[in-house]
């Protein structure tokens, strides 16, 4: 019977819908991909972090046969900049602003004051003076955060996994220059 159901299906060109089928099995095969923006509202997820970081995400959850939804949100955070400039903590955009600001204002970098990103985009490598900055794995943390909420999906108990940064050392904070008396030439 099953058999001549399918060669009916075929003949008449039938595509089975695979939202009814997931609503049968009450799953949606969907990851919904959340980004709190609660410091700016008009914020672009074309600002090269989430770029590749979407990247790497996408590229994990459709391999292993899922779909992904995406949306920003908006929480209540408060004192979020303020927590930020505390623990001295900066992604490389802000980063590239601030060196930006510090030198219209006059100062040098890395002579009057250090900047030192966190997040390791490639952009960093490219501004002047070059972007000292903390890079994360994007690959691995795509592969482990899609591993740990299918586990968790399954019922399975997850811990949380922290990963290690690596520090990228560039001119931006000062060490990666050579000392004074070889860059003026003098021997």
Partial sequence: MRDRILKIAHQHGYVANSTARNLRAGRTQTLSVVIPLAHERGQDLTDPFFAYMLSHLADEITQRGYGMHLQKVLPPMQGWMQRMVAERRSDGIIAISAMRAVSA???????????????????????????????????????????????????????????????????????????????????
Avoid: W, Y
Wanted: hydrophobic letters at 50%; a negative charge; glycine letters at 10%.
């Fill in 105 to 187: 204002s006059g100062l040098k970098i890395p002579d009057d004051i250090a900047v030192v990103g966190f997040d390791g985009i490639d952009m960093g490598a490219h501004v002047h003076p070059t972007l000292t900055t903390v890079a994360q794995d994007l690959n691995r943390g795509a592969r482990l955060l899609v591993d740990l909420l299918l586990k968790r999906i399954a019922g399975e108990a997850v811990e949380s996994v922290a990963m290690a940064g690596e520090l990228i050392v560039r001119e931006s904070c000062g060490a990666a220059r050579a000392p004074a008396a070889s860059r003026s030439g003098a021997a």
